[in-house]
């Protein structure tokens, strides 16, 4: 697949590099003991920038109209899920070591309150780098995509499995956000698009396995500074991840907005 356009970023990332990384380790101690939801706000020293705005790329099926198709899995029955490994039409199952994804939506104008009642849009490419509904050899699928709603601690959680690397880009997934659920049907109704980026060491693990052959020789070839979503910083979106390929994966990133 082409290499994706750059789009503007919204912001300069502010936080410098160890800062940062000491925010994403507080973030994630907080999703595995008290994730924010409390609605009194995490507080200042712990508190994200709102995540940047990227490309949903050329294959979101979000009714907007990308490759020169109007696709919109959004309208399906049953597009509203956790589990995002099988396809609602042919039961199909994607390949692939399981993942399991947690997104907690904070308000960064408000010491990052938890965002109950929103939506997310998810979705990502295959084990082998092609994504559902566009690629040739899996056109009828539609899995890997999904919505969740936040809950009162304003988290989401998807089951899927960890994408591929194809040519071009870093291991990466695309979401975006909605105000509430009922407008989750067309991009038009989007507040912020963004994509997370996944961390190298665990792709390198993953990547050795067999069902993800040609991707180890992508990532060889591309890095976070040559990525043209995620070349002007990506602290913000690198997911935090542990597990094992024999046990499946967990990730967790918390996705700053400013509301």
């Known amino acids: 697949m082409l290499t994706r356009p750059v789009m503007d970023r919204r912001r300069v990332l502010s936080l410098g590099l160890l800062g940062a990384g000491l925010l994403v380790g507080c973030r994630?101690?907080?999703?595995?003991?008290?994730?924010?939801?409390?609605?009194?706000?995490?507080?200042?020293?712990?508190?994200?920038?709102?995540?940047?705005?990227?490309?949903?790329?050329?294959?979101?099926?979000?009714?907007?109209?990308?490759?020169?198709?109007?696709?919109?899995?959004?309208?399906?029955?049953?597009?509203?899920r956790r589990n995002l490994r099988k396809s609602l039409g042919s039961g199909n199952v994607a390949a692939g070591i399981p993942l399991t994804l947690t997104l907690a939506l904070v308000n960064t104008g408000a010491s990052c309150a938890a965002l109950s009642g929103y939506a997310v849009y998810l979705w990502h490419c295959t084990a082998d780098g092609q994504?559902?509904?566009?690629?040739?050899?899996?056109?009828?699928?539609?899995?890997?995509?999904?919505?969740?709603?936040?809950?009162?601690?304003?988290?989401?959680?998807?089951t899927t499995v960890v994408p591929g690397?194809?040519?071009?880009?870093?291991?990466?997934?695309?979401?975006?956000?909605?105000?509430?659920?009922?407008?989750?049907?067309?991009?038009?109704?989007k507040i912020q698009t963004s994509q997370?980026?996944?961390?190298?060491?665990?792709?390198?693990?993953?990547?050795?396995?067999?069902?993800?052959?040609?991707?180890?020789?992508?990532?060889s070839r591309i890095s976070l500074a040559r990525d043209n979503v995620f070349s002007d910083g990506s602290t913000a979106q690198m997911a935090t991840m542990s597990g094992s390929a024999s046990a499946g994966y967990v990730a967790t990133l918390t996705v700053g907005l400013a509301r």
Do not use: K
């Open 28 to 80: 994630a101690a907080s999703l595995a003991g008290a994730v924010p939801g409390t609605g009194t706000g995490t507080g200042a020293a712990d508190c994200p920038a709102p995540i940047p705005s990227e490309t949903a790329g050329p294959y979101p099926a979000n009714g907007s109209g990308a490759s020169g198709q109007s696709l919109n899995v959004l309208t399906r029955s049953g597009i509203v």
């Open 131 to 158: 994504y559902s509904m566009y690629s040739a050899d899996i056109v009828g699928e539609d899995y890997l995509r999904g919505v969740q709603a936040s809950g009162a601690d304003g988290t989401v959680t998807f």
């Open 165 to 189: 690397c194809y040519a071009g880009r870093w291991p990466h997934i695309h979401f975006e956000v909605y105000p509430t659920l009922a407008s989750a049907t067309s991009a038009s109704n």
């Open 196 to 219: 997370l980026a996944l961390p190298e060491a665990t792709c390198r693990e993953v990547y050795a396995t067999p069902a993800y052959s040609a991707s180890l020789g992508n990532l």
